[in-house]
């Protein structure tokens, strides 16, 4: 059988890894909710795993039926979603700081810092992804 959907196929077995910890710990503890997640799990299993050998996924869908300017249309729309996550981001820092500021308030500093990270990581993967997307093509 042939792959057609590696991402469904990942998924499956991470299905069946939780599958198989809720059994464990139904096993160990003996509670009836871990035996009916693990089925859950089996279930979630069987579903992507029949997925993942069936159907394609769907970024080879949209790119089979997308021409030039829905392309286009998409860059343009991820790029003004990524500027307006950015300036929420930045502005919720800045008034998070300013909280802290004015009233003295631990968790306001907290929620900036934390702000801030996340415009951080979100910088570093729009890096990687440019640098990704340079050599790939």
């Not at 009836?32 to 769907?58: C, E, M, N």
């Not at 249309?73 to 307006?84: E, G």
């Not at 308030?105 to 992804?129: F, H, K, N």
């Amino acid at each position: 059988m042939k792959v057609k959907n590696k991402r469904a196929i990942a998924l499956a077995f991470l299905a069946l890894v939780l599958a198989g910890f809720s059994l464990f710990v139904y096993i160990a503890q003996g509670r009836v909710r871990f035996l009916f997640s693990a089925i859950l799990a089996l279930v979630w299993f069987l579903a992507l795993l029949y997925q993942g050998f069936h159907t394609k996924s769907w970024a080879e869908e949209a790119a089979a039926s997308a021409d030039e300017r829905d392309v286009y249309l998409a860059m343009k729309s991820c790029q003004a979603v990524l500027r307006v996550f950015n300036l929420l981001l930045y502005a919720g820092c800045v008034l998070s700081v300013f909280v802290y500021a004015v009233g003295k308030r631990p968790e306001a500093l907290a929620v900036a810092v934390t702000l801030c990270g996340a415009a951080v990581v979100l910088l570093i993967l729009s890096l990687a992804a440019s640098r990704y997307y340079e050599k790939r093509g």
